[in-house]
């Protein structure tokens, strides 16, 4: 079964430079999700999208952005990049509405070191 | 606002024995409950969910987990650990359908040959 794809799996990065993470979701999948996982640390939402409208936002700093595009896949743009953005940044994509059965389903991750 | 605490950062288990991952949450709707796993530089992989109905949810790899409304407890429990169980462990509550996840801590399991 396919699966959420995301690119690049790893990067690297310098401090102030701007990095771009791609999320290409399940097919049919009509939501996205992006989460950030810190070393050692448990998954913190950052932003989700449904039918292409941002419907949720979470601990985003303002240097990041994301959009979801007219084919399902979501970009997240970040900015400014300190040392501390250095994480594992996973999307995840859920399907259309099913009576309250949806689940998230994580893709492998981009892991992003900043120097 | 809703949250999840894991108790027990670092679960230890023989092969064989049983396992038991704990996780309370506090929410102030019926929650959407999940345990997902995660192997070591891998992403999260959903082990099972509760969101209505049977409080008994029984998920992939021989796991289950009761929904204990009462003691606000969804804990994750397997009758028999196999080495190939021992990964990360993270418990999640969403309060709406398709709604964000709030993670625990997460509890790191081993198993023991």
């Known amino acids: 079964a396919a699966g959420v794809i995301q690119s690049p799996r790893h990067l690297i990065k310098e401090k102030r430079e701007t990095a771009t993470l791609k999320c290409y979701p399940i097919?049919?999948?009509?939501?996205v999700y992006w989460y950030q996982q810190g070393p050692g640390q448990d998954p913190q939402f950052l932003i989700s999208?449904?039918?292409?409208?941002?419907?949720d936002k979470g601990s985003i700093p303002d240097r990041f952005s994301a959009q979801q595009f007219s084919d399902y896949h979501s970009e997240l743009n970040m900015s400014s990049l300190e040392l501390g953005d250095s994480a594992l940044y996973f999307c995840?994509?859920?399907?259309?509405?099913?009576?309250?059965?949806?689940?998230?389903?994580f893709g492998p991750g981009t892991r992003l070191l900043v120097l | 606002a809703q949250s999840v605490t894991q108790l027990g950062s670092h679960v230890s288990v023989s092969e064989g024995a049983l396992v038991l991952l704990r996780c309370n949450y506090s929410?102030?709707?019926?929650?959407?409950l999940f345990w997902y796993v995660q192997y070591p530089n891998q992403g999260l992989q959903l082990l099972l969910k509760?969101?209505?109905?049977?409080?008994l949810v029984k998920g992939i790899n021989g796991f289950e987990a009761e929904f204990k409304k009462s003691e606000t407890s969804f804990h994750l429990t397997k009758p028999s650990a196999h080495m190939s169980d021992a990964a990360e462990y993270f418990c999640?509550?969403?309060?709406?359908?398709?709604?964000?996840?709030?993670f625990g801590q997460g509890t790191e399991l081993s198993v023991k040959p």
């Open positions: 995840a994509s859920s399907p259309p509405d099913s009576g309250g059965q949806e689940t998230q389903y």
């Open positions: 097919p049919r999948h009509d939501t």
């Open positions: 999208f449904y039918e292409k409208m941002q419907s």
């Open positions: 929410s102030s709707v019926p929650p959407y």
């Open positions: 509760y969101t209505t109905g049977a409080t």
């Open positions: 999640a509550v969403s309060e709406t359908q398709g709604g964000k996840l709030i």
